[in-house]
C-alpha cells in the first residue's frame, strides 16, 4: 500500500474537484427530476387516461432500462446525431448537448424523475378519503384539496423511500465517469489509478467519500423523519 500518493496535495485536488462534481450533479439531479416527478404524478393520478398511459410507459421504460445505458443514449446517442450537432453551436436547447455535464444531468434526472413519480403517485393514491371529504366538506375545490391536503401528507410519506432514491443516485453519479471530461470521484480515482498503478489506494479512498456522503444523506433524512413524521412513531 502506498497512501503517501494519495495525500499528496494534486491527488487530494482531483478528489476535491471530483467531490464538487458529484455533488453538484446530485442536487442538480434531484432538482429537476424532482419537478419533473411531481408532473408526472399528478399525470399519473389525474383523470386523464391518455397521460396516464403516456407517463406509466416513460416510467416503465426509465425503471426497466439500466442508468449507464440511458447515459449512453443521451451522451452517444443524441449528443452525437448530426441534426443535434449541426444546432448546438447556436440553437437552444441543443446548446447543452455538446456540455458533458448537461448530457450526465439529463440522464439521471429523466432517471430519478421516473422512479420518484411511481413513489409519490402511490403515495399519492393511499391519501385517506377521510381526508379528501373533510376538505370537500370545508369547500375546498379539487386543486386546493391537492395542494393544501393531498400532496403534503403524500410527500411526507414518501420520505423513507424517496431517502433510499438519494442514496441510490449519489452511488449511480460513479456512472458519470463513463461520460469523457466528467471527473467525479469515481473518474478522479481512475485517473490516480492509471497515473500510479494504485487500484487499492484510488478506489478505496473514493468508496470512503461515497461512504461519507451516505451516511450524512442518511442522517439528513432521518432528522427529516423525525420532523415530519413524528405523528406515525410509535407511543
Known sequence: MNWEVIFRPESLALFGQGVLTTLALLGSSLAVGGVLALLFALALTGPSRLLQRLVGAYTFVIRGTPLLIQVYLIYYGLGQLEWIQARWDSIWPWTHFKEPFFCALLAFSVNT?????????????ETAAGEIEAAQAFGMSRAQVMLH????????RT?????NEVVMMLHSTSLASAVPAMLDITAAASRI????YLPFEAYLSAAALYLVGTFTLIGLFKLAERRYLAHLSPR
Open 113 to 125: 424523475a421516473g422512479y420518484t413519480a411511481e413513489m409519490l403517485a402511490g403515495a399519492i393514491r
Open 149 to 156: 391536503i393531498v400532496l403534503p401528507g403524500a410527500l411526507r
Open 159 to 163: 420520505l423513507p423511500a424517496y431517502s
Open 193 to 196: 489509478y492509471s497515473d500510479f
